[in-house]
């Protein structure tokens, strides 16, 4: 017994008798092989060497600018080249067309002439403005003026609460390729259980390509009755011909208030923070492609809590008895 012991004192690592730990006796023993590599190394091929050969002759420093980086820091250097190149692209220049920007003093003038003549409004304002010898645009001055108030009704809450099964909602999202092209989405969503009903990838949104779009996603008479878009300028004459042709009544929101279309605003917010800020976008197909599996995703596995923690396509329960 006592022999046994020390014979399996010598194998240990730590014991006088061992090979060093970090000698190559101590790799090779059979006590510490599970140390060793768990991968096989790779095999250069004869045109991975011949690359290197060219490589080294044509750029001797090559080795200086070798790094090593994970996934995630290409698609932030991605975003920040893409930024940088939208940057350049919209830089005012002398030989760019459009009005200058206005400066503060010009801001302040307008605001102090708005305190002491409350009643006027923009084009009143924008003539004064003309005769001060200031070229401004009518369009600018209403822009920078307070909103006038109406009188109250009800909330977007209530209203949403009762129509929530006859209302749909529908948005514009943009996504830039690898290339910096910009795609645009068209996504419409129902209500009622967060359903994705319809959408579709473009290079050139218009009015009379998105009224068709509708009439993709309600077919027959399928036809919500409500419709709820935001005041962007693509849902121009014929988007609203083709709407009123379904029956469709348009609910407008507020110019500048995304919060008043919820549902489609929340959803894009899912698809870029669950799905697209983690890949490039190569083309119209390939991210036609990634959005038709994730909306399967959505629809079948993703909770929402709004849906008392249910799918949009109710899901039922899977106890552990069934694996």
């Not at 403005?129 to 003026?145: D, P």
């Not at 042709?245 to 110019?255: C, F, N, R, S, Y």
């Not at 976008?281 to 079948?300: A, D, K, P």
């Amino acid at each position: 017994m006592r022999a046994s012991f020390l014979a399996r004192s010598t194998n240990q690592p730590g014991s006088p008798q061992s090979p060093e730990p970090h000698s190559r006796e101590f790799f090779s023993s059979p006590a510490t092989r599970g140390y060793g590599r768990t991968t096989k190394r790779p095999r250069p091929r004869q045109t991975d060497r011949l690359f290197w050969v060219w490589l080294s002759r044509c750029w001797a420093d090559w080795r200086s600018a070798v790094v090593i980086v994970q996934p995630k820091t290409v698609v932030a250097w991605h975003r920040q080249a893409f930024r940088r190149y939208w940057s350049w692209k919209s830089r005012q220049c002398e030989c760019k067309p459009g009005q200058p920007r206005l400066t503060q003093e010009i801001r302040h003038l307008l605001r102090k002439m708005k305190q002491a003549n409350p009643i006027r409004r923009a084009p009143r304002l924008h003539g004064e403005l003309l005769k001060l010898g200031i070229t401004i645009s009518e369009r600018t001055i209403s822009r920078l003026l307070p909103k006038a108030r109406k009188p109250p009704s009800q909330s977007w809450r209530v209203f949403l609460a009762n129509h929530v099964g006859d209302l749909v909602s529908l948005d514009f999202f943009t996504v830039p390729t690898i290339s910096f092209r910009i795609l645009y989405v068209f996504v419409v969503v129902a209500h009622e259980r967060r359903r994705v009903v319809h959408f579709n990838v473009t290079t050139n949104h218009t009015a009379s390509w998105t009224g068709h779009q509708m009439i993709e996603a309600f077919p027959d008479d399928t036809a919500p009755r409500y419709l709820l878009p935001d005041r962007d300028g693509i849902y121009g004459t014929d988007f609203r011909e083709r709407v009123e042709g379904m029956g469709i009544k348009e609910v407008l929101t507020a110019p500048r208030s995304p919060w008043q279309n919820p549902f489609a605003e929340r959803l894009i917010g899912s698809v870029r923070r669950e799905c697209l800020d983690h890949v490039i976008v190569l083309n119209r197909q390939h991210l036609r492609r990634i959005l038709n599996s994730y909306f399967g995703y959505y629809h079948r596995s993703r909770t929402h809590l709004s849906l008392d923690k249910d799918a949009p396509v109710e899901r039922e329960v899977q106890g552990p008895e069934l694996g």
